[in-house]
């Protein structure tokens, strides 16, 4: 993986992440329909995509981007994240994102360098 380094600040924005995580799963599984045998493929896709785009932001984080992608079936879904460490340093976010037949969920952790 590549590094670039923008200029910016060393803040967390969670909401600009959200925006970039989003672009990234509608550019992975955006138009099309549920299909198991691509899961393991749009998920390796999305979380690479995020990584690749949260390094170019040249913000002094290690990030960790975790994936998951769920047929919209009726069941529930729930999840839930934990993290122990400097609220004033390090962010997370989570993103939940569904068409007409899948659910993704992405979360975000940074942890300052």
Excluded at 32 to 42: A, F, G, L, S, V
Excluded at 92 to 109: H, I
Aim: aromatic share 10%.
């Amino acid at each position: 993986m590549e590094e670039y380094s923008s200029g910016d600040d060393g803040n967390f924005n969670s909401d600009e992440i959200s925006i970039l995580v989003k672009e990234c799963i509608e550019g992975v599984i955006g138009g099309t329909d549920y299909n198991q045998n691509k899961i393991n493929q749009w998920t390796a896709s999305i979380v690479e995509h995020s990584l690749t785009h949260l390094v170019k932001l040249g913000r002094p984080f290690k990030y960790i981007v975790n994936c998951s992608v769920m047929q919209k079936s009726g069941a529930g879904l729930h999840t839930a994240n934990s993290c122990y460490w400097d609220t004033t340093t390090d962010g997370s976010c989570t993103v939940r994102w569904e068409n007409r037949t899948m659910y993704c969920v992405v979360s975000v952790f940074a942890v300052a360098m």
